[in-house]
């Protein structure tokens, strides 16, 4: 059972109504660390908290601030999903994600008194989407990412459009599953599970290979060949600056 407190905030970002939660341990040491977890899309207009209890009993064993941002509802697709690299989507209104997530955890980070080199960001199929987005664009917050089930980008067929570069060196551990049929292992191009066929989904490669450069690591060994994976199952790259970049299959 929980011992520290659940609180959800509601407030007003450039025109749009968010929503996040924060749980706080019992015992928090002075200057903790803070977890970002983004959640998958989900449909309807209803709040989920996912995996709640799960992270709640994580902080409680290692006293740390744990924050889910809610993702705007899309009434277009009835779906709540981010604003990640999945170039093509349409939102009705922007909902400036990024933007969003920079101005909670500088908010967070003075309200609770968190430790700045110890901020990290997690999140699953197109949170993990977005949590590739996080490394890039806020990565002069945020220490590490973790993208589970979701690739670097989707964009359109034929399209060269690459990210930017990182704002700052960022550890990173990638983990996707070869039978993922979401978001395909290896990329697919058209991509059709989310009714996208005028997309073309990113293997697992380009991310890894993307944060290999932004870090100045060793090259990595391909993760498919001919859109099947290889033999490999886990990477762990050498890196300066401290810096870590895995992925696990």
């Given at each position: ?28 040491p002075?200057h ?30 290692d006293p ?67 949590t ?21 980008s989707m ?95």
């Amino acid at each position: 059972t929980p011992t520290g407190q659940f609180v959800q905030r509601n407030l007003v970002w450039r025109g749009i109504a968010r929503t996040y939660g924060v749980y706080v341990p019992r015992h928090l040491p002075a200057h903790p660390s803070m977890l970002i977890y983004l959640h998958g899309t989900f449909t309807g207009t209803a709040v989920t908290w996912q995996f709640q209890q799960r992270w709640e009993a994580l902080a409680d064993g290692d006293p740390r601030i744990i924050v889910w941002p809610i993702a705007s509802y899309e009434p277009r697709a009835g779906q709540r999903y981010w604003q990640a690299y999945a170039l093509g989507f349409s939102f009705t209104r922007m909902p400036d994600d990024a933007g969003f997530l920079r101005y909670l955890i500088s908010r967070l980070t003075v309200q609770y008194a968190v430790d700045p080199r110890r901020i990290f960001v997690t999140g699953l199929s197109s949170g993990g989407m977005m949590t590739h987005r996080v490394g890039v664009e806020l990565s002069d917050l945020v220490a590490a990412i973790v993208p589970v089930a979701g690739q670097l980008s989707m964009i359109p067929l034929n399209s060269h459009w690459t990210p930017s570069r990182a704002r700052s060196h960022i550890s990173v551990f990638e983990q996707h599953g070869d039978e993922d049929r979401d978001l395909e292992y290896c990329g697919q191009s058209p991509h059709e599970q989310w009714r996208e066929p005028h997309m073309s989904l990113a293997g697992v490669d380009a991310g890894i290979r993307y944060w290999a450069a932004e870090n100045g690591c060793s090259v990595p060994p391909s993760l498919c060949s001919g859109g099947v994976p290889t033999s490999v199952q886990n990477i762990d790259l050498k890196c300066p600056h401290g810096i870590e970049v895995e992925f696990e299959r």
